[in-house]
């Protein structure tokens, strides 16, 4: 200890730390020039250290396991820095080392140096935290094997499942020296190839321009593919990415105009045509037949219901996906009516005519006209002054005549009570398409005369002829339906029934009643609406009389008559639309609509009491199974195949 505590002495005077000479045994004196000189054996290493912190101005941090003794035989001054180059000798003989710091180095152990960062730049956290690194070139497991053995214990290094991501928990500073580690292993073992694909541009013309602007590194190609017409690059992702900036702009839009036949399922191909062109172009006459100046065209093909397109390439997809959406399955309305009508006339009269003729003048007498089709006096007076018999009419009568030479005298009494009724009960159904009209009739059709004319000549009509007009009497039903997107139905209705009254009017012809509406009305599906009522409620009272005697007591009822009339009519139109999405709803519609046919066709069936002539059963063949049944039964006539009849034509196919 002797020896190195001279050694000490020696450093602190070199350094400038006495103000003279003292001869100290084992000590050389040196200048001010810090120079020293060292006769070191078996000296304590933290001791050392400490002399070269104070020689060279260096702080220091000891690891506290660094432990041992040092022997330097230094003859000759040591600057500084040289003592510092024996410092590094002694440590490294000792297995210790020096780990750079901000403020001071730390000496380690040799083995615990590789765990140890060699500084933290300004700014950075210091103390522990986790971190995300990702790898991209390198196989994970070979960086955790390189990397692991360069981490403390305490340090947490784990890799993601089926990803390229390492998650470390690590001081700061060694996170930094991890991950530029990291950075620098993971990099391409080979210049990655990349292919650069052209859809306007020529691939040759485009890599004649690329080689003339000698952007190409060495090591790098680039080449052409002519059969996909792309370019292929070997180099740095720089070289790539310049590359596939430059055959962007190249890649310009020529005349890349294409034409493409799309077939249309549902949509008329005329209407759609001319939707699609407004939509694309705000209008258009392509889709009437006229030559459409625009980029894009749309020609229809109405024999195929087909649609050809010529359009700009990048446009042709969008085209066709709006063709596509608009060319859907339509939605089908059942629309099912019920019109009910029931009218009732009631009709009713008394009266007395009587009169008396003389010297073939009528003398005088009674006589009243009700109507309802009744006989007057006068007519059957001459009747009977003829040697005729009397036609008095419908209903009850009783009555006399007498007649001597050319006077006369008879009367009768009539009376007539009459009910006419009616109903009318029809419930048609149709079906049509969204926003498609329908119309079902069920009439006759009826001959009118409006307007005849004829020549006369020498007395006679010549050339007579007549116009007819002829005119449908029965039930007629129109719709319109639209479906809405929340199920609701908008109906365009007009509904007429009409029938013959069984009348005639003065100017001749048949009287014919009508009841119309024409109405628009929205209904959800399968709900029921009333769409007109008509309650007619009437009666009416004719009286005649003879004034002053009709009023006597007893007799004057022979000088009055009177008729009543009084009718009612009710009239309702009920509808329900029934929306169908799909073949199934179809196919039980059908079938629900068939067996109620099969009923009342079994209803109306006439009935067969075994004599001649013999009444053949005419009912619907459906048993609600077999929707065919309709078309494969009963076309050959069994009466015919039992005695041999020529055969009737067979039976109907139909193939799917």
Do not use: W
């Amino acid at each position: 200890m002797t020896k190195l505590r001279a050694g000490i002495v020696a450093i602190l005077l070199a350094l400038g730390f006495g103000s003279g000479a003292v001869p100290v045994p084992g000590m050389t004196v040196t200048p001010a020039r810090a120079q020293v000189s060292l006769d070191l054996r078996d000296a304590d290493l933290r001791s050392f250290v400490e002399i070269v912190s104070e020689a060279t101005g260096r702080r220091f941090v000891i690891e506290p396991g660094v432990r041992g003794t040092v022997t330097v035989l230094a003859p000759d001054t040591l600057t500084p820095d040289e003592l510092y180059e024996v410092f590094l000798s002694v440590l490294e003989l000792n297995r210790l080392t020096i780990v750079d710091g901000n403020g001071a180095d730390r000496i380690v152990p040799l083995g615990v140096a590789k765990e140890l960062s060699a500084g933290v730049p300004p700014g950075l956290p210091r103390g522990f935290e986790t971190r995300v690194i990702e790898v991209n070139n390198l196989p994970v497991a070979e960086v955790i094997e390189v990397v692991r053995p360069l981490l403390p214990p305490e340090a947490v290094l784990t890799p993601v499942p089926r990803s390229r991501l390492l998650i470390l928990s690590d001081r700061a500073a060694n996170q930094e020296r991890i991950a530029r580690l990291i950075a620098k292993l993971d990099q391409p073992r080979e210049a990655p190839i990349q292919m650069v694909r052209l859809n306007n541009a020529n691939a040759a013309e485009v890599l004649a321009v690329v080689q003339s602007m000698d952007i190409i590194p060495p090591g790098a190609a680039v080449s052409a593919d002519r059969r996909s017409n792309a370019l292929v690059i070997s180099g740095p992702p720089e070289l790539v990415e310049q590359i596939r900036v430059l055959a962007a702009r190249l890649d310009t839009q020529r005349n890349n105009t294409v034409s493409h036949a799309v077939g249309l399922n549902y949509a008329d191909a005329t209407t759609l045509a001319s939707v699609v062109l407004q939509a694309i172009e705000g209008g258009g006459t392509g889709a009437e037949g006229q030559p459409n100046d625009g980029p894009v065209r749309i020609v229809p093909e109405a024999q195929t219901n087909t649609l050809l397109i010529t359009a700009p390439r990048e446009r042709l997809d969008q085209i066709v996906a709006m063709i596509q959406y608009l060319d859907r399955r339509p939605t089908q309305v059942l629309v099912e009516a019920v019109i009910f009508e029931m009218s009732v006339d009631g009709y009713a009269d008394l009266s007395a005519q009587f009169g008396a003729v003389l010297n073939q003048a009528i003398g005088g007498g009674v006589q009243f006209a009700l109507g309802n089709g009744r006989q007057s006096l006068t007519s059957v007076v001459a009747s009977l002054r003829d040697g005729g018999t009397p036609d008095i009419g419908a209903g009850g009568a009783i009555g006399g005549f007498t007649r001597s030479g050319d006077s006369g005298i008879g009367g009768f009494l009539t009376a007539i009570a009459s009910t006419n009724s009616t109903k009318l009960l029809s419930t048609p159904s149709i079906l049509t398409l969204n926003n498609q009209e329908a119309e079902i009739v069920v009439a006759q059709n009826v001959p009118f005369v409006t307007g005849s004319y004829s020549a006369t000549e020498g007395g006679s009509a010549q050339n007579p002829f007549q116009t007819i007009e002829r005119q449908d009497i029965g039930l007629t039903l129109n719709v319109t339906p639209q479906i809405n997107a929340d199920r609701t139905v908008k109906m365009v209705i007009k509904q007429e029934v009409s029938n013959l009254t069984n009348s005639t009017s003065n100017s001749g012809g048949e009287i014919t009643a009508k009841r119309a509406l024409s109405t628009t009305a929205l209904v959800r599906d399968g709900n029921v609406i009333m769409l007109g009522g008509l309650l007619e409620d009437g009666d009416g009272t004719v009286n005649q009389r003879v004034p002053g005697i009709s009023k006597l007591p007893v007799v004057g009822g022979l000088f009055r008559g009177k008729s009543a009339s009084r009718n009612q009519r009710v009239l309702l139109v009920l509808l329900r639309p029934l929306v169908i999405s799909n073949d199934a709803e179809a196919e039980a519609m059908t079938r629900k609509l068939a067996r109620e046919a099969k009923k009342a066709s079994l209803a109306l069936a006439p009935l067969d009491e075994g004599q001649y002539p013999r009444s053949d059963v005419g009912t619907l063949p459906f048993d609600g199974a077999d929707l065919n049944q309709p078309f494969d039964v009963g076309i050959v006539d069994d009466f015919a195949q039992s005695r041999n009849f020529p055969p009737l034509p067979t039976r109907l196919r139909f193939r799917n």
